[in-house]
Each structure stands twice: as structure tokens, then as C-alpha cells.
């Protein structure tokens, strides 16, 4: 059985950075797709970033193209984000995920790590 932990989670000022990271242990790892989803308070989960574990293909929201760059390391079995020039709006709980498929949709991921909080105070 596959588990997923993020890390990297943390309170920053607007305009600053933090690198998440989700490493996955257990059996085989090798989804068609990884991504990262963010949850703020009274919202609903919504897609931040994914890519490819073979070809290294990215998807990001518009909200953080430009900002956050995803990243994955086949040989640690890890998958980065890397967020910079963060705003207030980026604060959220923030929870990396994979999937047989390579989409933004939350439904095409099946496999959820616990999730790591992002502040970002203005």
C-alpha cells in the first residue's frame, strides 16, 4: 500500500517562499499522475498543480502559473512544489495526491496524503 506525506508546510510573510514535498513509500510507486490540491477554510478543494511521473508534464491553476513550479524526483519518489511569491490567498491546507490519469479533475485521484498548512500573513 502506497501512503503520501507532505512536509515543507508552514507560516511565511506575502511575498515569500516555502517548497512542499510529498514522498511516497510503500509498494511500486509509479502513478500516471501527482498533484497538489489546496483546501481553504469554508472553501471547497480545488487543484493547484500536477505532473507526470514518466515524461515530467506539468498542469498548473491559473491562480499560480508563474508562481509555484511542481516538480518530481523519480529515483526519491518525491514530488516538489515550489511556491513563490506567495499571497494571503495562497493560505490553505495543502494535500498532494495521485492518480491513474494526468488531470485537474479532484475525482481522477485516488490516493490522498493528510495534508500540510500554508500561511501566508499580509
Known amino acids: 500500500q502506497v501512503q503520501l506525506v507532505e512536509s515543507g508546510g508552514g507560516l511565511v510573510q506575502a511575498g515569500g517562499s516555502l517548497r512542499l514535498s510529498c514522498a511516497a513509500s510503500?509498494?511500486?510507486?509509479?502513478?500516471?499522475?501527482t498533484g497538489w490540491f489546496r483546501q481553504a477554510p469554508g472553501k471547497e478543494r480545488e487543484f493547484v498543480a500536477a505532473?507526470?511521473?514518466?515524461?515530467?508534464?506539468?498542469l498548473y491553476a491559473d491562480s499560480v502559473k508563474g508562481r509555484f513550479t511542481i516538480s518530481r524526483d523519480n529515483a526519491k519518489n518525491t514530488v516538489n512544489l515550489q511556491m513563490n511569491s506567495l499571497k494571503p490567498e495562497d493560505t490553505a491546507v495543502y494535500y498532494c495526491?495521485?492518480?491513474?490519469?494526468?488531470?485537474?479533475?479532484?475525482?481522477?485521484?485516488?490516493?490522498w496524503g493528510q495534508g500540510t498548512q500554508v500561511t501566508v500573513s499580509s
Open positions: 510503500g509498494r511500486t510507486f509509479s502513478p500516471a499522475g
Open positions: 505532473v507526470t511521473w514518466n515524461s515530467g508534464s506539468t
Open positions: 495526491a495521485t492518480s491513474p490519469y494526468f488531470t485537474v479533475q479532484i475525482s481522477g485521484y485516488n490516493r
